[in-house]
């Protein structure tokens, strides 16, 4: 397949596609500004999990209820970020973003004044809904305001650092305001960043260029119902089994729905996912390197809490803590990739990362209910860190590049649902082999809750070596002509 080029348009770049973007007068602010978004959205798909005790006690969840709270943002989340990817094309840029920031400030300060469960979830629903339509925006800003390559390749590096340790980070933030202040403090955090935030962008970044068009309602609506309907399906599945009559509905219905979508797709003059997107290899194989990565990251990132905590006895803020050292491997491992992509290339940095990732999680498989912290656990979750940073800046890279601008909106989208949705679904499946090995086991409680963690990593390491094999699958790239560093990144 000829490669199709990049159409990145920036000043003094030569001509660019019609309603190109215009340059960003301050583009260090503006990676700044993007990158705290970027992380606000990462955690608060995580921070709540070590508070969730201490909600359930408030609150009075039940305990299938309480999962409730971490999916209410997820599926808002993913079910509408292809429609807030179109709609940052649409209207700008920067009006998604703070219009997206808005909704996600004041949605979090409904939830930390949370008096009930029925409130807090829907506060849980408005964050996903604010996240979905200002998320999209952050990677569209640095594929259009980041022409240079070299520059570029730093920048995702900083994304991919972003999210690949936000959800250690998160952890983190958690244990420690729940254990020194209150759970509600994991939400109300939110409310003076967004405000930052709201000061900030108008004040320094410039507005994207429209692209003229209507949205694609048919599409917006088959696709978040669909996808709605698979991960709600999977957590179904995890609570009860996959021949729960519930459970078949809301598959069946997803298969439907999302059929429907790719024909509305195929047939649409202005779609949210032009599927024009997945005709290049190497970007499909980049969708679905996602979905494994985050599907694998997200479980080991919920069980070993589970495990520091059940099992060891950790506290909140003890597990928090643990967490540390694989946020820095993947920051420094983040950076290191950056500068390495050039050299080394995306394909190789995939399989290299996705190869730690699964040494990390084989390495778990081994853990014992009396495994020590320092001799059992710190050293595959380095690894692991090691492997996120690594396999995540070369996802990125692949995604990002040869992107028309008018697409950049809705490709970041899809990116960010390939994250949310690998998380959910991912998780639900691990959770439903965690579900079937504890009950298959006999022995005491911790025994039996380690046999369905180390149950669950082999899965996950399943899934991350099936990314290995697909990333060698992924083809090399030829530079064009006049932009001999654009073969690197983009190799």
């Known amino acids: 397949m000829t490669e199709q080029r990049t159409h ?33 959205f990462i955690l608060d798909t995580n921070v709540v999990n070590i508070a969730l005790p201490d909600i359930q006690h408030d609150l009075g969840f039940s305990a299938a209820g309480l999962s409730w709270v971490l999916n209410a943002y997820m599926l808002a989340f993913g079910g509408l970020l292809l429609l807030g990817g179109r709609a940052g094309d649409i209207i ?42 200002a998320a999209p925006t952050v990677l569209a800003f640095i594929t259009v305001g980041f022409p240079d390559p070299a520059r570029r390749a730093r920048a995702l590096g900083a994304y991919a650092a972003v999210s690949g340790s936000g959800a250690a980070i998160g952890l983190i933030a958690g244990g420690m305001l729940t254990d020194w202040i209150s759970w509600r403090w994991v939400l109300f955090i939110n409310v003076p960043i967004g405000i930052v935030l709201l000061i900030l962008a108008p004040l320094f970044m410039t507005e994207t260029d429209r692209h003229p068009g209507r949205f694609d309602l048919a599409g917006s609506l088959t696709s978040t119902l669909g996808m709605t309907a698979l991960v709600y399906g999977f957590i179904r599945a995890a609570e009860k089994d996959f021949g729960d009559g519930v459970t078949l509905g809301a598959l069946s219905a997803a298969a439907v729905l999302l059929a429907l979508f790719v024909a509305v797709e195929s047939r649409a003059r ?3 996912v032009p599927l024009r997107l997945f005709a290049d290899r190497n970007r499909a194989g980049g969708y679905v390197v996602l979905l494994f990565v985050l599907a694998a990251g997200n479980g080991m990132f919920f069980f070993l809490t589970q495990f520091l905590q059940r099992v060891r006895g950790y506290s909140p803020l003890q597990a928090g803590f643990a967490f540390v050292p694989l946020a820095l491997v ?30 990390a999680l084989l390495w778990m498989t081994r853990l014992t209910p009396q495994a020590d912290y320092a001799t059992a656990l710190l050293g595959p979750m380095m690894i692991a860190g090691l492997g ?23 490709a970041s989208g899809l990116l960010n649902v390939m994250q949310q949705i690998g998380g959910a679904l991912g998780l639900a499946i691990l959770v439903t082999v965690f579900g079937a090995a504890t009950r298959a086991s006999r022995g005491p409680a911790h025994q039996v809750l380690t046999e369905g963690v180390t149950a669950a990593f082999t899965l996950a390491a399943a899934f991350t070596a099936c990314t290995i094999l697909l990333a060698l699958t992924m083809k090399n790239r030829q530079a064009p002509a006049e932009s001999p560093a654009a073969e690197e990144l983009t190799r």
Request: aromatic share 0%.
């Open 92 to 133: 700008g840029q920067r009006r998604a973003l703070i219009g997206g920031v808005v909704i996600f400030t004041v949605a979090s300060l409904a939830g930390g004044l949370a008096t009930s469960a029925e409130m807090l979830l829907a506060a849980r629903a408005g964050q996903g809904i604010g996240a979905a339509i």
């Open 8 to 40: 990145m348009a920036t000043a003094g770049s030569g001509p660019g596609p019609a309603g190109a973007s215009r340059p960003q007068r301050h583009p260090g602010l503006v990676l700044a500004i993007v990158l705290i978004c970027q992380t606000m």
């Open 388 to 410: 996120m940073g690594i396999v995540l800046v070369g996802a990125t890279t692949v995604l990002s590049s040869g992107i028309r601008a008018e697409d950049a909106g809705a």
């Open 330 to 359: 993947i920051l420094v491992s983040s950076g290191v990739a950056a500068r390495l992509l050039p050299r080394l290339g995306a394909k190789t940095l995939i399989a290299v990362g996705a190869a730690a990732i699964t040494v």
């Open 270 to 272: 202005q779609p949210i």
